[in-house]
């Protein structure tokens, strides 16, 4: 993509497409929480053990922090293997953006119902829990993701300070999103979500180095 070009938009489309699939995914994460909010999916105890830190009557948002952050997974997917093909075509920077953006303002669902529903913005009891692996990296790659989306948005600049730090909040989320759900997964259907990611970005990456070596072969 033309460093002196904009970031191409998504339109109506895009972003409908993008943002029905965001709402429908957030409904059915809020559901399956009040659904299971009498089963003990998730342990009221932290990872390794100890004295609960939760108690019965917070089982249900302490499903729905799992299931918005599986629901923000899932809407991250399509925009982590659609970035490496931005600069060749606007149709998948269109889709690109709508699919970052909409999975930010799930995220931030998730982020808001962990930090201030389940820990009561007790943040330090936040820094401190098993529960949270990365605490201070976490925030730090939210309100990087928040920034990124707004200068998509607003600035719209592809200069090359603009593309560095993209690439390297995409790369932190696939960190982030991996390690929480294929490593510290509680349960199998978060492992799988995790490695899922995964092949799908490894597929995206094959796929834009055959273009790219094919073009330049060309």
Partial sequence: MNPTAPTPRPGARPMARASTAAALLLLLAFAAAWWTRELPLFALT????GAADMLPGQRQDLHTTFFTIWAALILVVPALCLLPFRERSATAARYWLACWTVSLAVFLVHFYWAVVVVFGNDWSRILHTPRVSAPRLDTVFALWWVADVLI???WRSEALWVRVQRWGVHALALVLFFMGAAREGELAA?????????????????IALRYHRR????
């Fill in 152 to 154: 998509a948005w607003l």
């Fill in 190 to 206: 978060s492992r799988t979500l995790g490695w899922l990611l995964a092949a799908g970005v490894v597929i995206s990456a094959v």
């Fill in 215 to 218: 073009a330049r072969s060309a």
């Fill in 46 to 49: 932290p990872p390794g053990g």
